[in-house]
């Protein structure tokens, strides 16, 4: 599913963010990206998401190379991809509900099954009241969590959630991470950035851990993590 071969980033003039990364992630795996601040986790995130190019090496998603597919493949690839950023990227003038329906309209999906299904996941995360409120006049969590649902409505194949729970309550991020269990339980491949330890280890899950730009650790389980 992911392929990272030799990958490094650099963003102009000379700040590397990411340095000989090799990477695996089968169909069907859940992992988390753990390190630091400024680690390079959400420019790996961006690589996969074809929102940045790497700067050497290899980005193969679904066996296709990022740096030779067409705009238009990366729109297509987009389709089948739910990706929730770590600063939102909520629009700002639609209503959280159609934030969250927006994706299944480039879907093709009609309007009354896109509101349903928006609902469906507004509900799961507590905002039904919040349906026809504007981003600007929701906290940071709510907006975090509409995002969660904008990336799941879609029922994508791959999940990229970057700090997807950085603006939750204890409960909340539960919430977000059961839905990402049960995404990934039926197949969704899911990658998770996060510097939060006590989530990675509570999931213990395969847990890449990069230092710098580098990757310095894979783990099938992060038990092993503070050792
Ligand atoms: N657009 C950019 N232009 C220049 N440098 C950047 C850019 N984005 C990230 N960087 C730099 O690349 C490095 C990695 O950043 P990145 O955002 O990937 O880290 P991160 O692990 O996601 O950190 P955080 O936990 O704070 O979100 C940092 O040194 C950062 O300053
Ligand atoms: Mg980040």
Redesign the pocket.
Known sequence: MIHLHAVSKT?PPE?M?LRGVDLKVQQGEFIFVA?A????????LKLLFGAERSSTGEVLIGGRNMASVSADGIAKLRREIGVIF?DYKLLPRRTVLDNVAYGLEVLGVEARERNRLALLLLHAMGLQDRAEAYPVTLSGGEQQRVAVARALVRKPRLILAD?PTGNLDQEMSRRVFDLLLEANSAGVTVVV?T?NLSVIEQLNKRTVV?DR?KIIGDFAHAGRLRA
């Open positions: 963003y700040q963010a390190g601040s400024g680690a390079g986790k959400s420019s790996l770590q700090e950035a510097h990069l730009g």
